[in-house]
């Protein structure tokens, strides 16, 4: 199989976390070309740098997939929202999002105060500072794209793994939608890591890679 995956790793993870390395695993041994960016969300790449980075990053001349986790998804989503015609490019053959979240802001408990009225920071595995000015443009961002990063899991080539027990990302949007129009959709019975069914992703993983 000629083909290359094009992997985005979550928020507070690596190339080197296990999603990222069982998938790699599973690339080579399909006979693909596993590509993984090590990225700093919310701290050196913000979502707009990132989009930049992408755009140069990601090769079309053979088959290829989009892959990404919790952050990576979000990241993914966002690029098709900005760069439409990928998803029109025949190479182009599924975007599949492990545990995606369409918007940061769905939970303002995850955001908390911190030094009065100077900074602020997303608990989430480790904290995440800004100034205030920094979130505001962060938080227009989010929610600017909200309904149209929604929007793109109806597309055919899009694939969305959920986490039922997920208390990190809502899924309740994404299970709506699904109750208006035909999602490629499926869910594991774990929480947000999905720490005890690797094994299920990447059978899931190795399906939607062999039908292509």
């Not at 100077?118 to 500072?129: A, N, S, T, V, W």
């Not at 129009?181 to 947000?192: G, M, R």
Request: hydrophobic share 40%.
């Amino acid at each position: 199989m000629d083909f290359r995956v094009f992997y985005l790793h979550g928020l507070g993870s690596s190339c080197e976390g296990t999603k990222a390395t069982k998938t790699k695993e599973l690339v080579n041994q399909l006979g693909g070309e596993f590509n993984c960016l090590n990225l700093d969300y919310l701290k050196k790449h913000k979502p707009w740098d990132v989009l930049n980075i992408l755009q140069s990053w990601v090769k079309e001349d053979i088959p290829f997939f989009l892959v990404g986790s919790s952050m990576g998804a979000y990241t993914w989503l966002d690029y098709l929202v900005e760069n439409p015609q990928v998803l029109n490019n025949t190479n182009l053959k599924k975007v599949i999002l492990i545990t995606p979240p369409t918007t940061l802001f769905d939970n303002l408990e995850k955001w908390e105060p911190l030094f009065g009225t100077k900074k602020i920071f997303f608990r989430y595995g480790e904290d995440y500072i800004y100034p205030y000015r920094e979130i505001i443009r962060l938080m227009h961002w989010d929610i600017k794209g909200a309904n149209f990063r929604l929007l793109k899991l109806a597309h055919p080539k899009v694939y969305s793994i959920l986490a039922k027990r997920d208390t990190v990302v809502n899924n309740q949007p994404i299970l709506e939608l699904a109750n208006l129009v035909k999602l490629n959709l499926f869910e594991i019975d774990d929480e947000h890591p999905l720490r005890n069914s690797i094994d299920q992703l990447i059978q899931l993983l190795e399906k939607l890679f062999k039908e292509f």
